[in-house]
């Protein structure tokens, strides 16, 4: 009986733990699990790494004009973009809202350079949902380090970036080497 207990427990935080993990929308990893990669790696040995912080320009117009269920068929959108540019090494990760991190790790600077300018590309596109279009693009703010900070600054050097590119005029991108 207690061996049974003791099962129901590791389910059920494993089932938990899963959950707290993963974006319930896009299944994407969640901010949760992203943090927890970036502290992980900080730990070890130094890595080339690329942290890529993006938004969707314009997003609450998605939401405004397609309804709830628009903004979310547009997130499923560029979650299947995501997946299919930015390739196996890539951890992508829902930060919250139409804001996603993506973890690059020993990926060259000009691989990372090449990717991020192909998903700006590819996400550069009209939306038909339910017979209503809208325009949709996003704005990325990258960093690309062999030697990995905290979390908290890495975020930080990645959103002024972020916030760099939406300056120049949304719908691109800037990788910084740090």
Do not use: P
């Not at 908290?152 to 949304?170: M, N, P």
């Amino acid at each position: 009986a207690i061996f049974v207990c003791v099962l129901r427990i590791i389910f059920y935080w494993n089932k938990s733990n899963k959950k707290n993990n993963t974006d319930s929308l896009t299944g994407c990893n969640s901010r949760l699990a992203i943090h927890n990669q970036l502290e992980h790696l900080n730990n070890q040995r130094n890595h080339n790494v690329a942290i890529i912080y993006f938004d969707l320009n314009r997003f609450k117009e998605v939401n405004d004009t397609l309804g709830h269920t628009g903004g979310d068929y547009c997130l499923m959108l560029l979650t299947q973009e995501l997946i299919s540019t930015m390739g196996e090494k890539a951890v992508i990760s829902r930060y919250g809202g139409d804001e996603f991190i993506i973890m690059m790790i020993g990926v060259s600077a000009e691989d990372a350079d090449r990717r991020l300018e192909k998903l700006v590309k590819s996400m550069d596109v009209e939306l038909n949902y339910e017979g209503k279009i809208r325009h949709i693009s996003i704005s990325v703010g990258a960093v690309y380090t062999a030697k990995l900070e905290s979390y908290d600054e890495i975020f930080r050097q990645a959103d002024k970036v972020l916030y760099q590119t939406k300056e120049a005029g949304k719908n691109g991108y800037k990788l910084v080497r740090g």
